[in-house]
């Protein structure tokens, strides 16, 4: 079992930035692959962002370049740096662990892109 914590959102202006941290608690957080989604009031949940247990990262192409997935491994957590941010992206971003059939997912976190 693992619980998930996200925090780091806010309000920012446009071509502003932000850290979100995606924590976790729970055994063997470090073999688990992470993504950031986000989500908007009647959409979807988006994939942004996802990093395998090894390191390996991919990216949403709306995010490249602007957006960098990190982890700790030590800390059990998880990093989504935010650069550039539009107001499009203005959004609840969530984090998930996933791990064979298991996946787990954060409460999320408030982003507001505005001026």
């Known amino acids: 079992q693992v619980h998930l914590v996200e925090s780091g959102g806010g309000l920012v202006q446009p071509g502003g930035s932000l850290r979100l941290s995606c924590s976790a608690s729970?055994?063997?957080?470090?073999?688990?692959?992470v993504g950031w989604f986000r989500q908007a009031p009647g959409k979807p949940r988006e994939f942004i962002a996802g990093?395998?247990?090894?390191?390996?990262?991919n990216y949403a192409d709306s995010v490249k370049g602007r957006f960098t997935i990190s982890r700790d491994n030590v800390k059990d957590t998880v990093y989504l740096q935010m650069n550039s941010l539009k107001p499009d992206a203005t959004e609840v971003y969530y984090c998930?662990?996933?791990?064979?059939?298991?996946?787990?997912w954060g409460q999320g976190t408030k982003v507001t892109v505005s001026s």
């Open positions: 998930n662990a996933a791990l064979g059939l298991k996946g787990f």
């Open positions: 729970g055994s063997g957080f470090s073999a688990y692959g």
């Open positions: 990093i395998t247990s090894g390191g390996s990262r």
